[in-house]
């Protein structure tokens, strides 16, 4: 099962902060990898270059450096952060295989509340993964 990562911060120490598209952060310690794969051990300024792989499998640094989305899940750390839950609706309608009209009529029915469901930052919207739950079941795909 992959877990799809939407953003990726290097902290100090050899350390990422991975935010995954079902709301959850991770820290993740790179060090536990330089005894097998001291490939790993790069200068610090490089290690902060690390980006999220295109579509969101991975985390690479160059052409021969990179981490997969599992092991990051997987040996990562799960740290509460005030969006813990929170997830882009277009991340939910795959999740849950809707339509983005049908969670927008949710919202106007009220069967999703504005404000305590879901809420608007400037033109994304993002939706709680407890209300989605409550709304529709667990999610139908593994992303």
Known sequence: MFHKIKN????????LSVQFSEGVTKIYD??????EYPMFIIPEGEFRRAIVDTGGYGIVWNDD???????????????DTPFDGLIAM???TELWELNESTLRKAISYGKLVNGVDV????KQWVVSMPSMIREYGPPKKNV
């Open 30 to 35: 790179v060090t536990r990898l330089f005894r």
């Open 119 to 122: 809420c608007k930052y400037g």
């Open 8 to 15: 990726v911060t290097a902290l100090p120490e050899y350390k």
């Open 90 to 92: 277009s991340d939910a």
């Open 65 to 79: 450096l990179d981490l997969a989305c599992d092991e990051l899940w997987e040996h990562g750390e799960v740290v």
